[in-house]
């Protein structure tokens, strides 16, 4: 069983939280019940609780069986895996233990993150009964990675805006921000118009301006969505052949997400088999074999140096077609040091993977630095063509202050955001979600 499907995470209409304080306590209470392996358990405080509150579990209560923990239920989902996959995977490392271990025994606190992280998640109408540790985490982890943009952007728009009704003055200095941000001019020209014919139908207060902002940069990000007529989460279809193919230029971090990838898959439930395919960059290899077994996921790979990328491919479909694998991450090559070209390479694997996989759902995923900003999008538009794109990886949101890119890339590609990465960790690539995104862009510090 799964530890949680984030490929199948709930998603619904946003909507006001009644009493975002109230939702957040009583998801706090059931994940520490949860944590230190009580029953769940209402909040029984005082609504004027500080914080810093603890829950206590009583001293007489019956004695229970002691569960596996975590890590060990971790442990032994992955030896099951590996059992039914016989290919090569490295033992894990006394650190990378410890890294698992420290990521599964976290200590959630009833925090400024964590009551941010509730008044989302009760924005989108999610039960506090049905919330996990890991959303929570998770969105504090993106409210953190967005500082950097928010810092140049968000303070600056509080003082722009004031206490003054909007005017074309201060439109001027929103175009000024959201550019800076590299939200792009397609995007900013947009938002800037929504907001203009709203002011000149009635007055327009800071508040309802930056609702209104949130609502026209939400609405962008879906319409590459709503013109595929796409679900809002990518995820692999049961039961069946997967194949993705992760492309981009190096130094994106293409193997570290799809290592991350991996892993995510696993941990909702999934079959994974990995294709080392960027066979032309030093240790491409064995750096994806590293990722490999942090998950305990097998590596289908071909050792010989500029090895041709489409023959492991053709020998990875082979394997994930015996072992019955739900889910196959292709790494690609995204610079080679041969008289070949980048592109026809690409187009060379996808005709393999068309060929061989005719029944395979197949997505091919483009891997940008977010750190690059506009730069990215040119990278977009040469892979388009050779590699089918379908959707985007936006990696780096935490260091860098130019989390905008995500509107430019929706608006001038044309392709929906699929996953974003705000950390370095191994847990830190989640599914792509606008309403959450935003709310970090535009999150009050």
């Not at 971790?74 to 490392?93: G, N, Q, T």
């Not at 420290?102 to 606190?109: C, D, V």
């Not at 240790?283 to 050792?303: D, K």
């Not at 860098?400 to 392709?415: D, F, I, P």
């Amino acid at each position: 069983m799964a530890e949680f499907d984030w490929f199948n995470r709930e998603t619904t209409e946003a909507q006001s939280a009644e009493d975002a304080l109230a939702w957040a306590k009583e998801a706090y209470a059931r994940l520490k019940a949860q944590q230190q392996g009580a029953p769940d358990a209402p909040l029984d405080t005082p609504p004027d609780t500080p914080p810093d509150i603890s829950i206590d579990t009583p001293t007489d209560a019956p004695d229970v069986p002691i569960a596996p923990s975590l890590l060990e239920q971790a442990a032994a989902k992955r030896d099951e895996r590996l059992a039914s996959v016989s290919l090569p995977v490295l033992e894990l490392k006394t650190e990378v233990k410890t890294e698992i271990n420290a990521e599964l025994t976290t200590e959630i606190q009833l925090d400024s993150d964590f009551l941010w992280s509730a008044e989302v998640l009760a924005a989108q109408g999610r039960p506090a009964a049905q919330v996990s540790i890991e959303e929570i985490d998770w969105l504090g982890k993106l409210r953190r990675g967005m500082e950097k943009t928010r810092q140049g952007f968000v303070t600056q728009l509080l003082e722009n805006l004031g206490d003054d009704p909007l005017s074309e003055q201060s439109l001027e200095q929103i175009e000024t921000l959201l550019l800076k941000a590299d939200v792009g001019i397609e995007s900013t020209d947009l938002a800037l118009d929504r907001l203009r014919l709203r002011m000149n139908e009635a007055v327009v207060d800071a508040a309802e301006a930056i609702s209104l902002l949130k609502q026209e940069l939400r609405e962008q990000l879906d319409i590459p969505l709503g013109k595929q007529g796409i679900a809002p989460l990518l995820a692999p279809i049961k039961g069946r052949l997967n194949i993705w193919l992760i492309v981009g230029v190096n130094g994106v971090g293409k193997t570290t997400t799809l290592g991350k990838l991996a892993n995510l898959a696993v941990r909702s439930g999934y079959s994974c088999l990995m294709a080392a395919g960027d066979t032309f960059r030093a240790a491409a290899v064995q750096q994806l074999q590293v990722w490999a077994e942090r998950s305990g996921v097998a590596v289908i790979a071909n050792p010989s140096a500029n090895a041709d990328p489409a023959a492991v491919v053709f020998d990875a479909i082979g394997a994930a077609r015996s072992k019955n694998i739900e889910l196959l991450l292709v790494d690609t090559a995204g610079r080679l040091q041969t008289k070949h070209n980048l592109m026809e390479e690409l187009a060379k694997v996808r005709r393999i993977i068309d060929r061989l996989a005719p029944e395979a759902q197949v997505e091919s995923l483009l891997v940008l630095d977010s750190s690059q900003g506009q730069n990215g999008l040119r990278q977009a538009m040469a892979f388009a063509a050779a590699a089918q794109l379908t959707g985007v990886i936006l990696t780096k949101l935490d260091g860098s202050a130019r989390g905008g890119v995500a509107l430019a890339v929706a608006a001038e590609t044309g392709l929906p955001i699929r996953f974003i990465g705000a950390g370095e960790g191994l847990r830190d690539l989640r599914p792509f979600n606008s309403f959450e995104f935003i709310e970090a862009l535009l999150a009050r510090n």
